[in-house]
């Protein structure tokens, strides 16, 4: 397999194992935490580093997973004691621990091969080179291996635990009901996305982990309203942010991991716009579309009130009652037209009056919003 | 020590900047920790990445005031992609954070790695800013740091009522007919200006504890705004100094994370010991909460017990006070404590074969008791 095969399945592996927990963060609120998480796992990482002397030993896994959901833990106690908000205590414990990482990598750990950049922005180039070998066979990148069983793990996670994220997700208050602990998948949930989060910023860093986690389900969620798909999505929008990014990459010869953050981006911002459902450009229209409609039942209202009254050539007359409406002459001018053609309105005399169909329609909507309240 | 600070002209340079870092971040990330959008210093300082790295693409210069600007705009860019995706999506502000910090700080590694390919340029240096390079300060850098912080301060005494009243209630800060949507984007504009300012010392993922913490750590001393303002960029400015000092009387220690570890020691002593809000208050005045509640508890047993008798002086053994709860050794100890301590506030009264009686003063506080839960 050519090491641009081997990068891409890596990177399709890494985007969708990574999309698996996200979709909680994302509908859970706790996105911020996937930020914290990746960077505090470079303690774990060191603390793990100087109690066994090795970079390749499994426990370092252990220990940042460990450290993730410390974390978690340690922000969760803040925010318990009602003195912190949780958006800062979030600010507070993940740049400490973070800074302690530096601190023990740059005061001890700069004579190996312990460095910061590395984690942070993690290089898939390099992945290849890592072979995983089997009684001195060749049988591919060890990445491709270590991402594969964890996304096997997550899989498995949200697979057999389906129910239990869906409830403890949407309805906490009815998971406890039911019996099970909310905290408990809480935690089990910060404990896969710790694992993954280990996992994969060895290759990607940690920065893209957040693009991965976040972004492709943020996506998503722009498109589905359905939990199932939702996850589907995301795992396919991960997989073709990671493939277009490494097109990107390999096209301007830059970072591999950045250019899949921007494509995270790009894909993120394109559905964003042009989603059919909920895209800025639908949402746009309609808000507009809303308003002028509001805007002309406002108009056949006044002149339905100052009808046949002493005051009716003033209040709804062509040229003073923009006076009484206080809109600009644009907008009138705009309204009029509109219900002109749908002949509500009519102008004799250089006033505005209601047509039959339009006093009609105009004592409907009135009903209507009345009966609303 | 004491001759190193006052000899050591660098030393001098890094403390006075920091210093400065931390005022400015102290005063404006208060506004951002109130607004909870403390996280949104992340996030800016992460999407800055990309406007230090274009800014430097097209001028091919390192000049901090021009890196600066680029980041600014990068910086404010990214804020209004953050507040734009909220106001026209149900993506929540968290996950609009963590989208854009990753997408912005992955364009600029892009462009990191992009200038790298180009030959003759000399990008060494642009990576400082992910980490901070507070050793790389000079005595320009300290008087932009300097000017935008007088530019700022003054800017926040000149709008304090209005900053005050959008930070706590913008509805109401409507209502009274300001124009809330203005004086957001100020703030929010000197917010990031803030944090632009603290990249080159400590980056762009440490700045958003400088942001946070001398702001919390201020929280728990007062509550009032104003005294929490000044506050915050003492300890903001209090943290820089030590930490820059203590970075470098240790050799290797970085600056920024130790600035970082020394608000963060700050912000813990805050939580535990300001008075009022500290835990440790906290902790004691729920003991003593607790205490009389359960005091009360029994001087409402002894009022039942004087009733029942309607005999005022008709003194119990402690065994009949307490009815309700199997006794122990233990539980009849505390129980003569309490009794006691009703003794001495003049509740309770004992005779000579230790037995206890309620006196007019405890039928009063009973009675008072009951009416003021009817209401």
Known sequence: MSPQMEIQIIAVIVAVACSLPGVFLVLRKMSMMSDAITHTILLGIVIGFFMVNSLTSPFLIVGAALMGV?????????????????????GIVFPLLFSIAIVIISKYASSVHLDTDSVLLGELAFAPFNRMKVFGIDIGAKAIYSMGGILIINLLFVIIFFKELKIATFDPALATVLGFSPALIHYSLMTIVSITAVGAFESVGSILVIAFMIGSPVTAYLITDNLKSMIILSGLIGGLNGILGYQLASFLDVSIAGSMAVMTGVVFLLVFIFSPSRGLLTIVSRRKRQKIEFAGKSLMFHIYNHEGKEEEALESGIYTIKEHLQWNEKFLKLIIKELKDKEKIYIKDDIIKLTESGREYAIKSYEEIVSGF | MLDMILTDYTLQIVSLGSAL??????????????????????AVSHSALPGIALAFLMTQSKRTEILLLGALISGLLSTFIILSIVKYSRIKFDSALALILSVFFGGGIVLLTYIQKIPNANQAGLENFIFGQASTLLKRDIQIMGILGVVLITLIVIFWKEFKIVSFDSDFAESLGFSTKKITTLLFIMIVTAIIIGLQTVGVILMSAMLTAPAVAARQWTDKLSVMVVLS???????????????????????????????????????????????????????????????????????????????????????????????????????????????????????????????????????NYFKKEEL
């Not at chain 2, 870092?21 to 992340?42: P, T």
């Open chain 1, 70 to 90: 410390i974390t978690v833990f340690l922000t969760e106690m803040l925010n318990n004691t009602k003195l912190v908000s949780e958006d800062s205590a979030i």
């Open chain 2, 21 to 42: 870092l931390g005022i400015i971040s102290g005063v404006l990330g208060s506004f951002a920790v109130i607004r909870k959008e403390s996280l949104l210093g992340d």
């Open chain 2, 233 to 367: 960029a003492l300890f903001g400015a209090v943290s820089g100094v030590i930490g820059t000092i203590l970075s470098s009387l240790v050799s290797k220690l970085p600056t920024g994370p130790m600035i970082v570890i020394v608000i963060s020691i700050i912000v813990i002593f805050s939580l535990c010991f300001a008075p009022n809000r500290g835990l440790i208050w906290k902790y004691f005045r729920n003991r003593k909460k607790e205490r009389t509640i359960n005091e009360d508890q029994v001087l409402v047993n002894l009022y039942r017990l004087a009733m029942n008798h309607e005999d005022l002086n008709h003194s119990h053994n402690i065994s009949i006070i307490k009815p309700d709860k199997s006794m122990t050794v233990k539980s009849a100890k505390e129980l003569t404590k309490k009794l006691e301590s009703l003794g001495s506030r003049g509740l309770a009264k004992k005779d000579y074969f230790n037995k206890w009686a309620i006196t007019e003063k405890g039928l009063e506080y009973v009675e």
